[in-house]
């Protein structure tokens, strides 16, 4: 099934708000964290895609590409909506098959469990580095991406801008690729 079949048959949210807030009281949710990257001939990490989000308190964070697994959905194609959702149609993700996570991250809402805090839930995320072909522009809640060098990605003022543990996420990305 396409992505927008799934969005079709759906109608785009499997759950009320009402019902996806008593499943996150009750229940971890899968979702994918992406690290865009762009890649020379050779393979090499060149740029490493930020995107700048206004968060739920008003204040502007960096953020990774992210989002919840719909029922019935296969991790590729969630990869696949959240990449076009974020950087847009024109982004040319290149998806393995059977695409294998760098790591794993468990976000708890009580700050402290893990690295990772979501307030809301508890959420289990796959981690991905996904090379990027296409013109990425940011879309829907996304306000900015941002290209830093594997070098300026590491830098403490860029990671300061994180929230929820996802500057953890990026650097063991960083050294996943061995950039």
């Not at 040319?92 to 991250?105: G, M």
């Not at 580095?129 to 900015?144: F, K, R, S, T």
């Not at 290209?147 to 650097?171: C, H, K, M, Y």
Request: proline share 9%; net charge negative.
């Amino acid at each position: 099934m396409l992505m927008t079949e799934l969005t079709t048959a759906t109608g785009g949210a499997l759950l009320s708000r009402e019902e996806m807030d008593a499943a996150r009281e009750r229940l971890p949710i899968v979702y994918v964290d992406v690290v865009p990257v762009r890649v020379d001939e050779e393979g090499t990490v060149i740029a490493v895609g930020l995107l700048l989000r206004a968060g739920e308190d008003g204040q502007i964070k960096r953020a990774l590409v992210s989002g919840r697994v719909l029922y019935h959905e296969r991790i590729r194609a969630a990869l696949l909506r959240h990449i076009e959702k974020d950087l847009g149609p024109l982004a040319l993700p290149r998806i393995p098959p059977a695409p294998q996570p760098f790591t794993v991250a468990e976000y708890f809402p009580t700050p402290g469990v893990t690295p990772f805090h979501d307030p809301r839930q508890h959420a289990v995320s796959l981690a991905y580095v996904v090379p990027v072909e296409g013109d990425c522009a940011p879309q829907q809640d996304a306000l900015e991406l941002t290209w830093f060098s594997p070098i300026e990605a590491r830098d403490p003022v860029v990671l300061a801008e994180f929230e929820n543990g996802q500057s953890t996420l990026l650097l063991q990305a960083l050294a996943h690729l061995g950039v």
